[in-house]
């Protein structure tokens, strides 16, 4: 059984462009949250998906957008990149139907915005 | 809105010895949840431990245990007979019972050392 998994695990880009990272969550799992983690902090809650609608969103600007597909897989895009975008991006899968509601992370994908 | 704070920025431990990491929260809510997650070099964060707002009982798994105080909204982990694996920053957690959707409020984080 795979657990969460992201894509890709690094990138690389320049102020001002676009990004879009991928996450597929765990077999059975029908909700997706992002977070952000920048480089020595706890990670920051961007929003999280449920039936293809954003159900929560934290304290990140519109550049932040994402997308769940019927599969249950996630998009996270940010728009018009600066410098502190540059952080690791985290992605937790969690079924609202099973009683303990854990969520299980992915390893991340760590974005450097140069 | 609700906080968490991790006093400890780093630890460290003998291995074989035990060691408490605390976590203090900030919530007007009653009924919660309280988690600590370990995220090693790897950085996939892991689920340590889960405790429930309502029960008095403290949560406990294999050489993890955490001591719970509602009153002080206090959730402190101690891991006991360390090992060179638990070395990792470990992460203190809050999520609301009632709210639709369960994003989870995280701490700062402290860094764990084990030395052999």
């Known amino acids: 059984d795979a657990g969460v998994t992201q894509s890709p695990t690094h990138l690389i880009k320049t102020r001002g462009q676009q990004v879009t990272l991928r996450c597929s969550p765990k077999s059975g799992h029908d909700t997706v949250s992002w977070y952000q983690q920048a480089l020595g902090q706890g990670p920051q809650f961007i929003f999280q998906?449920?039936?293809?609608?954003?159900?929560q969103r934290g304290n990140f600007p519109d550049r932040f957008s994402g997308h769940q597909f019927p599969n249950y897989s996630s998009e996270l895009n940010v728009n018009a990149l600066l410098l502190g975008d540059s952080a690791l991006y985290l992605c937790?899968?969690?079924?609202?139907?099973?009683?303990?509601?854990?969520?299980?992370f992915g390893a991340g994908t760590r974005l450097s915005v140069l | 809105a609700q906080t968490v704070t991790q006093s400890q920025p780093e630890m460290s431990v003998q291995e074989a010895e035990t060691v408490t990491l605390s976590c203090t929260y900030d919530t007007s809510e009653s009924d919660y949840y309280l988690f600590w997650y370990k995220q090693p070099p790897s950085r996939q964060m892991i689920l340590v431990i889960r405790q429930e707002a309502y029960k008095q009982q403290n949560a406990t798994e294999n050489r993890f245990s955490v001591n719970f105080q509602k009153a002080a909204k206090s959730f402190s982990l101690k891991i006991s007979d360390s090992q060179l694996g638990d070395a990792a920053m470990y992460f203190c957690a809050y999520r609301n019972f009632m709210e639709y959707g369960n994003k989870l409020v995280f701490g700062a984080g402290t860094i764990l050392r084990v030395k052999s």
């Open positions: 937790a899968s969690s079924s609202d139907s099973l009683a303990k509601n854990i969520q299980y």
């Open positions: 998906y449920y039936e293809e609608e954003e159900r």
